[in-house]
C-alpha cells in the first residue's frame, strides 16, 4: 500500500468579538442640550437685535424724510404767510379758517405717543415763538435762540409781530413710539427777509446813534 499523506490542517477564522455598543450617558445628553440650547438663543437674540435695528432705522428716515418735507414747504410758501399758515390758530389762515396745514402734522407709518389716559398725541409739530396766534419777541425758548428781534428794530419788546416779522426760527418736530420705546427727531429751520431786515436795521441803527454836528 502506498504511504497515505496526511491532510492539511484547516484552520478555521475565530468569529470576530463585537464589541458591546456604548450609548451616551445622561451627562453627555445634558451637555448636548445645553450646548444646542445657548447657540440657539444666540441666534434668536441676534435676529430680534438686527429686525429691531431693522425697524428702527425705518422709523427714523420716515421722521427724516416727513420733517425735511415740511421745511421744503415752508421754504417755498411766500414769506409773509408762513406764520399765518403754521401757527396754533385758524382764523388768520390766508385762504380761509382751516385751510392752513397748521401746527400739528401726521408721518403714517408712525406710532403717535399717547397720554397716561390713552389719547393719542400728535406726531409732528411746527414749534414757533407764538401762543395762539401772537407772534412774540421776548418769548423765552432757547431752542430758537428767543428771546431775540424778530421785526429789524434792534429792539425786544412784548409786541405782536404777526403781521411784520423779518425773521421768523422754527423747530419742526416728530415724536413717536418706536420699536425700543419713544423716539424724537428735530431740525431747526430760519426764514428772513434779509434786504428788508439790512434796511431796517441799518435805519434802527441810525436812529439810535444820531450824529452830532
Known amino acids: 500500500m502506498p504511504p497515505v499523506e496526511p491532510r ?20 453627555e445628553v445634558m451637555v448636548a442640550l445645553l450646548v444646542m440650547t445657548v447657540g440657539i438663543y444666540m441666534l434668536s437674540t441676534t435676529l430680534t437685535t438686527a429686525l429691531r435695528h431693522a425697524a428702527a432705522q425705518q422709523e427714523r428716515s420716515l421722521a427724516v424724510e416727513s420733517v425735511a418735507n415740511l421745511i421744503e414747504e415752508v421754504h417755498s410758501a411766500p414769506f409773509g404767510e408762513v406764520f399765518a399758515l403754521y401757527n396754533d390758530v385758524a382764523y388768520d389762515d390766508p385762504a380761509g379758517a382751516g385751510t392752513a396745514p397748521g401746527r400739528f402734522f401726521d408721518v403714517p407709518g408712525l406710532t403717535p405717543l399717547r397720554t397716561p389716559g390713552g389719547v393719542p398725541l400728535p406726531i409732528g409739530e411746527v414749534v414757533l415763538p407764538s401762543n395762539s396766534g401772537v407772534l412774540r419777541e421776548d418769548v423765552v425758548l432757547p431752542m430758537l435762540g428767543m428771546p431775540r428781534d424778530l421785526d429789524g428794530d434792534l429792539i425786544v419788546d412784548t409786541l405782536d409781530h404777526s403781521r411784520d416779522y423779518l425773521v421768523l426760527p422754527m423747530v419742526v418736530r416728530v415724536r413717536w413710539m418706536g420699536k425700543a420705546g419713544p423716539r424724537q427727531y428735530e ?27
Do not use: I
Open 8 to 27: 492539511p490542517s484547516v484552520r478555521h477564522p475565530r468569529p470576530l468579538q463585537r464589541r458591546p455598543l456604548r450609548g451616551l450617558t445622561l451627562v
Open 187 to 213: 431740525m431747526r429751520t430760519m426764514r428772513a427777509e434779509l434786504g428788508k431786515l439790512r434796511r431796517r436795521t441799518s435805519s434802527a441803527r441810525s436812529v439810535a446813534s444820531p450824529s452830532w454836528r
